[in-house]
């Protein structure tokens, strides 16, 4: 048995949950069901980003308190529990009393290891980024994730970390296979660290940005939202507490971050340099996905082409809604999706599909009382992440029903016709149990249907 630690990135609070951030915590859930059920112990967190200036001038702008704005869209993404069917152990809110206490000593530790400065600072701001750009970082005088907002030239004193300090130590932990998926994003942390890092500002003047965490001994500074951000994935441990969980999963467990491709930066380069300036342990993977488009553009509320994970669970329900996630979606590649597609997917693979098997095979069991005894499925994390081969299983299983037709064979020979259907309920028992991590809901009907030797309710509606 292993200790593992899963975590999403804490998505920003300034608008409603989207489907990017629905992939990334269907996945972390999927992995975290997987892993528990193949016999790990296992801690899976997720939560909410809620300091910096996005959402102090989104607040204002509505005439609301920052905390009341950021309680209302911590809400909305705590909905997602329910919506759809997380397991997470912990959801972490960087406003949290215990997550300032992290923060504070995350940059005391940083501090004294001489790695935080003050100086006076130009530069162009990326508010969408929350982030100072390089003059090799912009396109067309822009940032390139936010190409419809001009860059603000900030002038003032901040604190800075020497990220500059971990050149080497950063060339050597992403040296090591395996430390980023996919293996070209490893190559891209690699290349952009190898290119020359610059320090970056860990701090706000309190006069330009008062909603963050105060710094140690300067009220006049708080923290940069993403100094203060990164430091969720130990504090939702109880860190700076060193014992518990902290240990357990952090120090002496396989960590596994989950994350957008634009979070490299952040992820695997500043998050691992802080680590080593605190003197704690590297972050053993960090997993990127690709950003999901839809109809051949990137979604934005401009073009009305935005889709919402409670849009999907409304129309297709929970386990639908994280079966195409999980088997439509790239692990690693951009992906377009519509509803036309969507709806394809829904009634081939579903209603047609896993759902009409389903409901075949327990008839014909119903009808005719086969009940057999049902062996030990056994249970890898690799094995319950594989949708692929789980329908190519289900293809296989219809095809058995259509060659040898066991609902006219059992009609001139019983036993045989038996036989068969015994062997389709064993199969169907396999495929229920090995969708326990991706579609529990509908895994749990249909093993409790073949427990009771029943045909199951309808899994998967028609559309309209």
């Excluded at 296992?42 to 939560?47: A, K, L, M, P, R």
């Excluded at 907002?149 to 080497?168: C, G, I």
């Excluded at 949708?387 to 060659?403: F, N, P, R, S, Y």
């Amino acid at each position: 048995m292993k200790n593992i630690y899963i975590t999403t990135t804490l998505p920003y609070v300034n608008a409603d949950p989207h489907i990017g951030f629905g992939l990334e915590a269907i996945r972390a859930d999927a992995l975290a069901r997987a892993y528990r059920l193949s016999g790990d112990d296992v801690f899976f967190t997720t939560g909410t980003d809620e300091h910096g200036q996005k959402i102090a001038e989104k607040a204002d702008s509505e005439g609301k308190g920052r905390q009341e704005y950021v309680d209302h869209f911590a809400g909305q993404f705590a909905k997602l529990r329910d919506a759809l069917d997380l397991s997470y152990d912990n959801f972490i809110r960087t406003t949290s009393p215990n997550h300032k206490v992290a923060a504070q000593e995350m940059w005391r530790r940083c501090a004294a290891s001489g790695d935080i400065y003050k100086k006076k600072y130009t530069g162009l701001y990326c508010v969408g980024d929350e982030m100072f750009l390089k003059d090799n970082d912009l396109v067309n005088g822009r940032c390139p994730n936010h190409p419809n907002m001009v860059p603000q030239e900030v002038e003032e004193e901040n604190y800075f970390f020497a990220l500059s300090k971990y050149q080497s130590y950063l060339e050597e932990y992403l040296s090591k296979p395996g430390v980023i998926e996919p293996e070209f994003r490893r190559l891209e942390a690699l290349n952009f660290v190898k290119a020359g890092l610059e320090d970056f500002s860990i701090s706000r003047e309190v006069s330009r940005m008062d909603w963050g965490i105060p710094v140690p001994g300067d009220d006049s500074q708080v923290m940069y939202v993403w100094f203060d951000a990164l430091t969720n994935y130990i504090s939702t441990l109880g860190w700076p507490e060193e014992e518990g969980n902290f240990k357990k999963f952090w120090v002496d467990g396989d960590t596994l971050q989950l994350a957008g491709k634009d979070q490299v930066r952040f992820q695997s380069i500043m998050w691992q340099a802080m680590l080593k300036s605190a003197g704690l342990p590297a972050t053993k993977r960090v997993d990127y996905h690709g950003f999901i488009n839809s109809g051949g553009q990137k979604m934005s509320k401009s073009l009305g082409n935005v889709i919402a994970p409670f849009d999907l669970v409304e129309k297709y329900g929970t386990d639908a809604t994280r079966y195409m996630l999980l088997r439509h979606v790239h692990p690693y590649d951009d992906t377009d999706i519509t509803w036309e597609r969507m709806d394809e997917w829904y009634t081939a693979n579903l209603v047609n599909g896993l759902g009409n098997l389903a409901s075949r095979i327990m008839k014909m069991a119903e009808t005719h009382g086969v009940a057999p005894e049902l062996p030990e499925v056994v249970l890898t994390h690799e094995a319950l992440l594989d949708l692929e081969k789980v329908w190519q299983q289900i293809g296989a299983l219809d095809e058995k029903i259509a060659t040898e037709e066991p609902f006219k064979v059992i009609k001139v020979d019983a036993e045989k016709g038996k036989a068969i259907i015994a062997e389709l309920v064993v199969a169907l028992h396999e495929v229920a149990s090995l969708l326990q991590a991706a579609m529990p809901q509908t895994s749990a009907v249909i093993l409790d249907a073949i427990k009771a030797n029943e045909k199951p309710e309808n899994l998967f509606p028609r559309l309209p």
